[in-house]
C-alpha cells in the first residue's frame, strides 16, 4: 500500500523560498510519476508540477514556472517542491500525489495516491 506523507508547509513572508517534501512508503516509488497539486476554496484544485519516475523530466504550471522547482531522490523515496519568490496567491494546501504525470487539474483528480496536505499561507 501507498501512502504519502508531506511536510514543510508554513507562513511565509511575501519573497520568500519554502521547500515542501513528501515522503512516500511502499513499493517501487521508482515506477511512479510524483505530482504537486494545490488547492483553496476559492480557486478549487490546481495542478503544479509533475515529475517523471526517472525524475529527468518534469512540467510545471504556468503560475509557478520559473519559481517552483519539483525534484525527486528515489534512493530516499521522496519528492520536493522547491518554491521561492512566494506570492500571496500562492497560498493553498499543497498535496503529493503518486501514479501517472497529470498536467492539468483534470487528471490530477484521478492519480491513485494522494497525501494528506500541507498548509502554505503566504501573507506579510
Known amino acids: 500500500e501507498v501512502q504519502l506523507v508531506e511536510s514543510g508547509g508554513g507562513l511565509m513572508q511575501p519573497g520568500g523560498s519554502l521547500r515542501l517534501s513528501c515522503l512516500f512508503s511502499g513499493l517501487n516509488f521508482n515506477t511512479y510519476d510524483m505530482t504537486w497539486v494545490r488547492q483553496t476554496p476559492q480557486k478549487g484544485l490546481e495542478w503544479v508540477s509533475s515529475?517523471?519516475?526517472?525524475?529527468?523530466?518534469?512540467y510545471s504550471a504556468p503560475s509557478v514556472k520559473g519559481r517552483f522547482t519539483i525534484s525527486r531522490d528515489n534512493t530516499r523515496e521522496i519528492v520536493y517542491l522547491e518554491m521561492n519568490e512566494l506570492k500571496p496567491e500562492d497560498t493553498a494546501m499543497y498535496y503529493c500525489?503518486?501514479?501517472?504525470?497529470?498536467?492539468?487539474?483534470?487528471?490530477?483528480?484521478?492519480?491513485?495516491?494522494w497525501g494528506q496536505g500541507t498548509q502554505v499561507t503566504v501573507s506579510s
Open positions: 515529475i517523471h519516475s526517472g525524475g529527468r523530466v518534469s
Open positions: 500525489a503518486a501514479d501517472f504525470m497529470a498536467g492539468d487539474a483534470f487528471y490530477a483528480l484521478m492519480l491513485g495516491y
